[in-house]
């Protein structure tokens, strides 16, 4: 079965500083991995994804994500956190599903960036 | 690009009421999905459709609820009767069928309150 697991419901850091949000997963296959992001009273919105090649995904806002097939992970990072990042983050895996594609969410991370 | 649109965005019903929710998907887009978020259990699926056909519906709650897709343009989620833990934020997403690279475009959500 797939899963997804964010091992922390909140990350807090100061802006400037580098931010990172975890997600490990499981998944039978090669793994589409995505991160998502929202903001209160908004739906998700793509922020990157995986699929193949390059370990380093870069993404909208200066987000990248670094996949690591060894430890199944599929970390979000920032160089410098700007307060306006502050927001709930998701990590998704999507896998084949008899006659279509499920993806699956993890809990939710909320990241909390203090000025 | 109008994006997914989700009506009402508020519901506040009274349990035992007949609750809709509507949503109309990117064009062009041929798989849709319908999700409910609560702070309790996440971000959970309970149906998606590929070309107005449900493909997997196991993740809807009990039979109270029900979804349908009549077209490509319009997917409708019911609730009857509600009850009060029904109360969630609801989004529809849509995305590109057979494409597991494809990522989810949300809407706003419909933010339901059963009382």
């Known amino acids: 079965a797939q899963s997804v697991a964010q091992p922390e419901d909140q990350v807090n850091v100061a802006e400037g500083n580098p931010l990172t949000v975890k997600c490990t997963y499981s998944?039978?296959?090669?793994?589409?991995l995505f991160w998502y992001v929202q903001y209160p009273n908004r739906g998700l919105q793509f922020l990157l994804k995986?699929?193949?090649?390059?370990?380093l995904v870069k993404g909208s806002y200066g987000f990248e994500a670094e996949f690591n097939k060894s430890q199944t992970s599929f970390h979000l990072k920032k160089p410098s956190a700007l307060v306006s990042d502050s927001a709930l983050y998701f990590c998704?895996?999507?896998?084949?599903?008899?006659?279509?594609?499920?993806?699956?969410f993890g809990a939710g991370t909320r990241l909390f960036v203090k000025a | 690009d109008a994006g997914v649109i989700q009506s009402p965005r508020h519901e506040v019903t009274e349990m035992g009421q007949e609750v809709t929710l509507r949503c109309k998907p990117i064009s062009g887009h041929n798989s849709l999905f319908w999700y409910r978020q609560t702070m309790m259990r996440g971000l959970e699926l309970l149906i998606y459709f590929n070309n107005n056909v449900p493909i997997d519906d196991s993740g809807m709650p009990e039979d109270r609820f029900s979804a349908k897709m009549p077209n490509a343009s319009f997917s409708t989620l019911k609730i009857q009767p509600s009850e009060p833990r029904d109360s969630a934020v609801y989004f529809c997403?849509?995305?590109?069928?057979?494409?597991?690279?494809?990522?989810?475009?949300f809407g706003n959500g419909t933010r339901l309150t059963v009382t």
């Open positions: 998704a895996v999507r896998a084949a599903n008899t006659g279509g594609f499920k993806t699956i």
């Open positions: 995986y699929i193949t090649g390059d370990n």
């Open positions: 998944v039978s296959g090669n793994p589409y």
């Open positions: 997403a849509s995305t590109e069928q057979g494409f597991l690279n494809s990522p989810l475009h």
